[in-house]
């Protein structure tokens, strides 16, 4: 959960970012395709770690499945957040990549969510701890999936205002 792609999505694009506001695609558009790079590094790490907890744990298939759902749909949210972060706060002005991503501040946010769902999810484990694992699993997707809901519809809802930062 520590990939920083969309947190920078925006501000990478420096001084040009205005162009967004110019080019015939909405900018909602865009927003979402600045998400799907860091959703598929997102579904990469969380493909790797679930095949070392097959090895390791010998967990059942559908067990697999339903966290590897969950994760993804936990990373798209992750995703949209960063990109209405990074579009609040974007750092427009640098002179190097490295000035873009080593001395951006937003870098602390991915960091923040990460701890907030790790949070949750011990919270949820502990608020069921005498239901099956799968039905905690299946009310967990539902949260966040509704919580993905919701961010998106923010996100589109409020497109134009959030460029406003973009110059």
Same mark, same amino acid.
């Given at each position: 959960m520590f990939i920083y792609i969309s947190i920078t999505a925006i501000s990478r694009e420096g001084e040009n970012a205005v162009f967004m506001k110019y080019i015939p695609v909405s900018l909602y558009k865009q927003y979402i395709y600045k998400c799907i790079p860091n959703i598929i590094m997102n579904v990469v790490t969380i493909v790797i770690c679930l095949a070392v907890a097959q090895y390791l744990l010998k967990l059942p298939i559908i067990t697999i499945i339903l966290v590897f759902i969950v994760a993804t749909v936990i990373g798209t949210l992750?995703? +949209?957040v960063m990109i209405i972060i990074d579009l609040k706060r974007p750092k427009l002005s640098w002179d190097s990549e490295y000035a873009v991503v080593k001395q951006n501040f937003n870098l602390i946010f991915p960091m923040i969510i990460g701890m907030i769902n790790i949070a949750v999810l011990i919270f949820m484990v502990f608020l069921f701890k005498n239901i099956n694992v799968y039905i905690?699993?299946? +009310?967990?997707? +539902? +949260?966040?999936?509704v919580a993905v809901f919701l961010t998106n519809k923010y996100l589109y809802k409020n497109q134009f205002k959030l460029a406003d930062k973009i110059m």
């Open positions: 992750q995703s +949209i905690g699993l299946f +009310i967990l997707g +539902i +949260i966040y999936t």
